[in-house]
C-alpha cells in the first residue's frame, strides 16, 4: 500500500507542475500584441554613389599594388647598377622580386576585379 500511495502523491505532484506551467504559459500568451505599421519604415532608395565610389575605390587601391612595390625596387635595383655601390652583384635578385611581387599583385587584382566590378554592376 505504501507504494500505491507514493506513486499517487508522484502523479498528483506532477499533474500540480504541469498545470502551473501551462497556466503561466496561458497568461502570457493573452498579452495584447499591437502592430504599428510594417517592418519596412526605412528608406531604401539608393543614390547610386556606390556604382562610382565602389569601382573608383578598388581601381586606386590596384594601382596601388603595382606601384607601391616598382617604387621600392626600381631604385634599389639603379643603385646596383652602379659598380662602385655594394649591391652591384646583386641586381638580378631585384628583377626577380620585381617580377614575382607584379605576379602576385596581378593575381590579386584580377580576384578584385572579379569580386567588386560584377557586384558593383548590382546596386
Same mark, same amino acid.
Given at each position: 500500500?505504501?507504494?500505491?500511495s ?7 505532484a ?7 506551467t ?12 499591437e ?8 528608406n ?5 554613389a556606390f556604382?562610382? !565610389? ?5 581601381? =586606386?587601391l590596384?594601382l %596601388? +599594388?603595382?606601384?607601391?612595390? @616598382?617604387?621600392?625596387l626600381?631604385?634599389?635595383?639603379v643603385n646596383s647598377l ?8 646583386v641586381g638580378?635578385l631585384f !628583377?626577380?622580386?620585381a617580377?614575382?611581387? =607584379?605576379?602576385?599583385? %596581378? +593575381?590579386l587584382?584580377?580576384? @578584385?576585379l572579379k ?8 546596386y
Open positions: 500500500m505504501d507504494d500505491t507514493s506513486n499517487t502523491a508522484n502523479q498528483q506532477a499533474t500540480e507542475t504541469a498545470t502551473a501551462t497556466s503561466v504559459s496561458e497568461s502570457i500568451g493573452i498579452e495584447h500584441r502592430a504599428y505599421g510594417t517592418a519596412k519604415t526605412e531604401l532608395r539608393d543614390s547610386g556604382r562610382v !565610389i565602389l569601382p573608383g575605390f578598388v581601381v =586606386l590596384c %596601388a +599594388l603595382f606601384a607601391i612595390p @616598382l617604387i621600392i626600381v631604385p634599389l635595383f652602379d659598380s662602385s655601390a655594394a649591391t652591384h652583384y638580378w !628583377i626577380v622580386m617580377i614575382i611581387d =607584379l605576379a602576385v599583385a %596581378a +593575381l587584382i584580377r580576384g @578584385l569580386i567588386f566590378m560584377t557586384q558593383a554592376g548590382n
